[in-house]
Each structure stands twice: as C-alpha cells, then as structure tokens.
C-alpha cells in the first residue's frame, strides 16, 4: 500500500511546474502572464496593463504606475499539469523581490522584448538565475511591434547572456504582419486568425519552407554539438528524430548548457500556447531538481521532494493584508495539514498552521493540505519571516534562505502629527517584515527615523504604502545614497594593549595587526569583502581569542574615520600578541580588536566610496547632444552609444547620488520621448576624497 501511494505521489509531483517569470521593465513580463492564466481557464477575461485590470498586478500602485513591484503568485493548469506561476518585478529597485522568488523556483520563462533584445535589468535576472541554478527558456515578446526582429534578438542573447540559443520557432510574417510561427520540430505552422488565442495548425506556407527547414537543420546542429546523444544519432542519420531532439532540448534546458528560445506577441494573444507546452515539455518538475540541503547543527542533511518524509518548507514572502497574516511557502518535503503545528527554527517557536490557500495573486482556494513541491500561503504563523525555515517539530532543519542586498538609499521620514509617532513605527516594523531588502534605524546624531531601500522608486513605493495602507500623512526628507569607506594605503605592525585593572579580574589583550586594501590581497577592489587572517606562531594567541579579535574588528568596521560610513574592501592579518594567565579573556580580546582596527583606520588613507549604476538611456536623435551633456554634469562616464529606429540607446555610469529628479529631467530634455533604465554595478571611489 505505501509502494502505491509512493507511486501516486511521485506520478503527481512529476506534474508540476514552478517557475517564474522574469525580464526587464516593459518587456511585456505581466502581459505573458496574464495571457497564461487566460489560456489556462484561470481567468476568463484577458486582465491589460494599461487598463489596470491585470490579475497578478493587484496592487492599487501598480496599476497607478503600470509597473510590477510585488512578485505575485498564481497556480493554473495546462494538458494536465499544475503550474505554480511568480510573475515577478522588472525594475531594478525591487530585485530583492526577484531573489527571493528565485530561491523557490525550479524552472523560468525570461521574456525579451524583441526591439530591445537583452537589457540591463534582463542580464540582471538572467545572472540572478545563474546564480540560483535555474533553467530557464526564452520568449522573445512583442513580434508584431515595429523594428521587431527574432533573429537580432537572439544574438544579443548569445552575445550578452553567454548562452547557447536553441531557436525551436519560425516567425510567420513581419512587425504588423506577425500571425504565427512555424514550429520547427514538428515543421508545422501555427496561425492566429484572430485576438482570440486559438491557433490553426497547418502546412508551412511555400515562401517559408526552404528556410525553415535551414533552421531545422542549424537546430540539429547546434544540439548535436552540446548532446552526447543526440551527436551520435546525428553522426549516423545526418539529422534527428523528434524524439531525440525533445529529449536533448530537455535535457540541454535543465543543465543550462543551452536556452529554448519561442517567440510571439502576449499582448496579441500569439505564441502563449506553444510557450506553455514548452514549459511542460522542458522544465524540471519538483523531482528533476536536486534535494534541498539544509544544516542541523554543523551537520548538512538533504530533504528529497518527497511527500511521506519529514515536512520541511522555506517562507519567501510575507504579506499583511485584511484577512491576516500571510506567510507564502515553498514546500520542499512532507506533508502539511491544516491544524498542525510546525517549528519555525529561527524564531525557536511552534506555530499552528490556521489555514492553507492556493494563491492566484490576490485571490485564495482553501485547501486541506499541502505537499512537496507546493507553492502554498499559509494564515497562522505569526512570527515567521522571509527566509524563515518551518519544519515537524521532530525533524528540525535549516534551510538557507535567499540573500538580502545592502540598501543604498536612505530618507528621513516622520509623522506629520505628533500623535501618529507610534502609528508610524508599528506601520515601519511591518513594512521591514515583508520586504527584508527595507531597513529602518534611528539616527543617534539627529534622532531622525530613517528608512533604507534599493532606490529612490522603492522608497517611494514605501512611503505611499505607509500613506494608503494606514491612514497616516507623513513627511520624507531628500534621498541620501549609503557612503562606504575603504582602505587607499594600510598600516603594518600596528601594537594595541588592552590593559584594565578596576578590582577583582583585570582585562589584558595585546594584539599587533597589518591593514591592507582587499585588493592587494588578491580580492576585487569593488568588492563589499571583509577578510580576516591570523599569522601568529607559537600559539602566543589562543584560537578561541583569534576569533574574537576578528569578532572586535568586525564591530570596527561598522564606522569609519571619514565620515562614520561602514568600512569595507580591509584585510586584517593579526601578526602576533599577548596573553595573561588570568587576566586574557575573549572579551578583552574583541575590545582590542575593535579598538586596534580604529587605531589603523585613523592612520591609514582613506576613500570615500559611492553607489555607481549603469544607466541605459533611450533618446531621440535630435536630444541626444543635450543629454550627452547632461550625463557629463551629473559625473557620469558614457561607455556607449547604439542607433536604434530613430532613436539612440546610450549606456553610461553615473554615480547614483546624481540621479535623483533624473527622470524629470531627461523627460523635458527629450520632450518627454525619453526613458532610462539603471542597474546597480557596485561602488567607485568619491572624487577628492582621501582622507590621510
């Protein structure tokens, strides 16, 4: 009986997709989405972007701003196969959004625009997968718009992305004339009549048969090269069954060694179909990924997506509404039910599990249970955070959770009446709760609250949430971009003695350091890197003390002498010190770490280190002298310019304390045909900046 059910469960599992949807802003990333939901039967009326009627994009400031900023999650069906959809945000300022939905996800569709091709934000998330290990296929969107071109878009592809394009499709006429595409694996036309979304399937028109079966042949080609298999039956038939080249395709796609790439046009209906049988017929299911590996204690255990193991789940997003508290899980193995309780590890608690809901953006099923393999949103846990692992209480487990950038813009906000002061700081503590990529801290110079962010959009977006979702009229000071400090020219030999003798057991720590720029210890200069090493002989310093000399610099770095900014890009070698047998202890020995990394911060040359972004600016040919201008005002270094339709793509890094109010600028510079897009690349040195 348990062989059986065992079966069942894994029979279920293999049908079951979870994947996101990710590319720039604007590449139509909402539009596919809503097109999937609306071929599915999920939906019956096909939701616009531009009529803020759009299912996933429910939030009020995302139809008022025509832009994704919350990841949203919906689950539909398709030839009988359960996919689990994260539609998740395209512009820069909410990556952190992307990074935690791509923790959880086991495959990706990545839309290109297919004017534009790759841009920034889309080399951005396409890294951010890499990253993640995710499979990824390729929709090159917008077929029917003017100067759409496939093939332009493709190697763009290949050229910025270092990725092996496998192009399974055909377009069928050109911008205004796009109808379909013919499918080159089964060399078949698809032809859409109408808006309808329902194709015709045919012969492939006589203009198009010589070419298609070109590419047919590249197809072949290309996979032979990168399958083992797929090579050998090539070496023997000269060209590849339909069999072999799916089961290549699949394979290639789940090892990301290449990228099915499918082409349409969402917002005309054309190609959502063949894209999500591509989905089903590519992307891994829950049992084609490897096990999850989590840590208990020091030791690293591996849950596989089985639902008769222990129940282990990892919170990604958190999400406060009117009805309670939502907790949104991927469920990696066991069962959950409704009523159970379960550990939140980090929170060292035990919370019962209220209620389970299939999600469709802002709209709930209740279910009874969840299993492996579930994206699920669960009402009860009332601690849990992103990145929060829940787990059977008698199988504890850690999984690791998705990362959290650095926030690099700050603003100073208040209440603008006293009363609403506390108002203020529950409204902050929630908001910090569901996006952990926000921090709020208060200033102990001027006693202001100050939120931080990924940008000036997401500090905006904040403050209005806070306006609309509370009730509460707040005041917001001028943006402030995080400084860091780093080390130009460092110190040897630096000696500290920590000496105290107030009554009773004394304090005595002597420790002698080196500082150097991490650069000149093999790192990347531009790097947030911090490294410590101990280069003492003769155990003249315990081991136990080592760590907490480095625990004492790490307090250090947290101000700097130029300006009391966190200090990065050191490293610290402790070369020799000095103990007391009774008097040494680790706290004397964080005490003269912290305080002997100040003294050799004093005395070294410092640099004041800026936020850097890599703008895209898209011009009219006539504005581009005066933007070019602009840009060289603002400190900003032109790396490059491309002509496109009329229109020029500049590239540029500017330092990003300099485009604050840009967007109102380049619209009146331009007449308002301008737009720009940035994608943060680190930290460069303040000019004239070295202090020492």
Known sequence: MRTELHRQHTSALDDVRNLGILAHVDAGKTTVTERI?????????????????????????????????????????????????????????????????????????????????????????????????????????????????????????????????????????????????????????????????????????????????????????????????????????????????????RELTRTGEGVVVLCGSAYRNRGVEPLLDAVVAYLPSPLDVPPVRGTLGEAVQERAADPAAPFAALAFKVNATATGRLTYLRVYSGTIRKGEAVLDVGARRTERIGRILRVRADRHVDVDTAVAGDIVAVIGPKAARAGATLCAPDAPLVLEPPTVADPVVSVAVEARRSTDTERLMAALVRLVEEDPSLAVRTDSETGQTVLSGMGELHLEVAAEKIRRAHGLELRVGRPQVAYRETVARGVSGLVY??????????????????????????????????????????????????????????????????????????????????????????????????????????????????????????????????????????RGRVSGSTARAGAVVITATVPLAELFGYATRLRSRTQGRGTFTTRATGYAPAPAAVSG
């Open 37 to 249: 939901l609306y071929a599915t039967g999920t939906t019956h009326k096909r939701g616009e972007v531009h009529d803020g009627t759009t299912i996933t994009d429910f939030d009020s400031q995302e139809r008022d701003r025509g832009i994704t900023i919350f990841a949203a999650a919906a689950s539909c069906t398709w030839a009988g196969h359960r996919i689990n959809l994260i539609d998740t945000p395209g512009h820069v300022d909410f990556a952190d959004e992307v990074e935690r939905s791509l923790r959880v996800l086991d495959g990706a569709i990545a839309v290109f625009d297919a004017v534009a091709g790759v841009e920034p934000q889309s080399e951005s998330v396409w890294r951010q997968a890499d990253r993640h290990g995710v499979p990824r296929i390729a929709f090159v969107n917008k077929l029917d718009r003017a100067g759409a071109d496939l093939d332009t878009a493709v190697t763009s592809i290949r050229e910025r992305l270092h990725v092996t394009p496998l192009v399974v499709q055909l377009p069928i006429g050109h911008e205004d004339g796009f109808t379909g595409v013919v499918d080159l694996l089964r060399m078949r036309a698809l032809v859409w009549a109408d808006g309808s979304g329902s194709y015709e399937e045919g012969e492939v028109p006589d203009g198009l048969r010589d070419e298609a079966q070109r590419r047919r042949r590249l197809l072949d080609e290309t996979v032979a090269e990168l399958h083992p298999g797929a090579l050998e039956e090539f070496c023997a038939r000269s060209e590849l069954s339909r069999r072999t080249l799916t089961g290549a395709l």
């Open 497 to 634: 003695r920590h000496v105290k003798q107030d009554g009773g057991a004394g304090q005595f720590a002597h420790v002698v350091i080196d500082v150097e720029p991490w650069e000149e210890a093999g790192g990347d200069p531009g790097a947030v890197e911090f490294a410590f090493r101990s280069a003492v002989v003769g155990g003249r310093v315990p081991q136990e003390y080592v760590r907490a000399v480095e625990a004492g610099c790490r307090d250090a770095l947290l101000e700097g002498p130029v300006g009391g900014h966190p200090v990065t890009g050191v490293r610290v070698t402790l070369t020799d010190g000095a103990t007391h047998p009774k008097d040494s202890s680790e706290m004397a020995f964080r005490t003269a770490g912290r305080f002997a990394l100040r003294e050799a911060l004093r005395s070294s040359a410092m640099v004041l280190l800026e936020p850097v972004v890599e703008l895209t600016a898209t011009v009219p040919d006539e504005a581009v002298g005066g933007v070019l201008g602009d840009l060289a005002a603002r």
